[in-house]
């Protein structure tokens, strides 16, 4: 289902909701979904983070509800390789701020925890690299007894990483398409290691090619969610071969 909003200048946005499966890298194999959100805009799809920081808070609290509940609503499985299925959903911090919009948004995804048996990984998004770490600590405690696992969404930029170092965080989690080259592993790598001061985790989002999720694996990253239009699979039950880590450093996703 779409849901629409109204940037400045009166411009439509209309989100969507979409379920993406997560490979943990470790073992190649599916351990959950990534809940997202996509922006289509003059007919193209993009990721939904641009369109949201277009508008106001009050907007963005409606369409994270609204996205929540329509992309969970329906789902009634999640693969987790005969474990617990983790299940990545993704809310701006304004949102999670307000104690009335943090309260609803804890009781779906609570009722949609249970319901699928999932372990929730919730990914708090638009982060502004000035805000308090005092504030976001304190917003952590709040939803720690419904979200025991937590990672930063973010780009990666040095303000941003640096604000959120120290935070009890427990990962952080980029866009593919925010990256120079996915499929450049050493360039994985490097991104791998700054973000590892927010959090010993990392989930690289929508990955498109093959090659991208080799890189990823081999840099010693997480976790993925895969973009199954683009990278021509119908379901990864085994997402791909097991190869070394020639980078060191690997996180065991079991852990989550």
């Given at each position: 289902?779409?849901?629409?909003?109204?940037?400045?200048?009166?411009?439509?946005?209309?989100?969507?909701?979409?379920?993406?499966?997560?490979?943990?890298?470790?073992?190649?194999?599916?351990?959950?979904?990534?809940l997202?959100?996509?922006?289509r805009e003059?007919?193209?799809?993009?990721?939904?983070?641009?369109?949201?920081?277009?508008?106001?808070?009050?907007?963005?609290?409606?369409?994270?509800r609204?996205?929540l509940?329509?992309?969970?609503?329906?789902?009634?499985?999640?693969?987790?390789?005969?474990?617990a299925?983790?299940?990545?959903?993704?809310?701006?911090?304004?949102?999670?701020?307000?104690?009335?919009?943090?309260?609803?948004?804890?009781?779906?995804?609570?009722?949609?925890?249970?319901?699928?048996?999932?372990?929730?990984?919730?990914?708090?998004?638009?982060?502004d690299?000035?805000?308090?770490?005092?504030?976001?600590?304190?917003?952590?405690?709040?939803?720690?007894?419904?979200?025991?696992?937590?990672?930063?969404?973010?780009?990666?930029?040095?303000?941003?990483i640096?604000?959120?170092?120290?935070?009890?965080?427990?990962?952080?989690?980029?866009?593919?398409?925010?990256?120079?080259?996915?499929?450049?592993?050493?360039?994985?790598?490097?991104?791998?290691?700054?973000?590892?001061?927010?959090?010993?985790?990392?989930?690289?989002?929508?990955?498109?090619t093959?090659?991208?999720?080799?890189?990823?694996?081999?840099?010693?990253?997480?976790?993925?969610?895969?973009?199954?239009?683009?990278?021509?699979?119908?379901?990864?039950?085994?997402?791909?071969?097991?190869?070394?880590?020639?980078?060191?450093?690997?996180?065991?996703?079991?852990?989550?």
């Amino acid at each position: 289902m779409t849901i629409s909003a109204i940037a400045p200048k009166g411009r439509v946005l209309a989100f969507e909701p979409i379920l993406r499966p997560v490979v943990a890298l470790k073992s190649g194999r599916t351990r959950g979904s990534a809940l997202d959100r996509l922006l289509r805009e003059g007919g193209e799809e993009k990721p939904a983070e641009a369109g949201l920081a277009r508008l106001s808070s009050y907007d963005i609290e409606q369409v994270d509800r609204s996205l929540l509940g329509e992309g969970l609503t329906g789902t009634r499985t999640l693969h987790g390789d005969g474990r617990a299925p983790l299940l990545f959903a993704p809310v701006a911090f304004c949102t999670l701020a307000s104690s009335r919009s943090r309260r609803a948004v804890l009781g779906t995804l609570a009722e949609a925890q249970m319901r699928l048996g999932a372990r929730l990984v919730l990914e708090i998004t638009h982060l502004d690299p000035g805000l308090p770490p005092s504030r976001l600590v304190e917003v952590l405690a709040l939803l720690r007894p419904t979200c025991r696992v937590v990672f930063a969404r973010i780009r990666i930029e040095r303000r941003a990483i640096m604000a959120l170092t120290d935070c009890t965080l427990a990962g952080a989690s980029i866009e593919a398409a925010h990256i120079a080259d996915p499929e450049d592993e050493d360039l994985l790598t490097r991104i791998r290691l700054a973000l590892a001061s927010i959090g010993p985790r990392m989930l690289l989002h929508a990955v498109r090619t093959t090659a991208a999720l080799h890189a990823a694996q081999g840099a010693g990253i997480s976790y993925a969610s895969l973009d199954l239009a683009h990278l021509g699979l119908a379901h990864p039950g085994v997402a791909t071969p097991a190869r070394s880590n020639k980078s060191g450093g690997e996180v065991t996703p079991a852990a989550a």
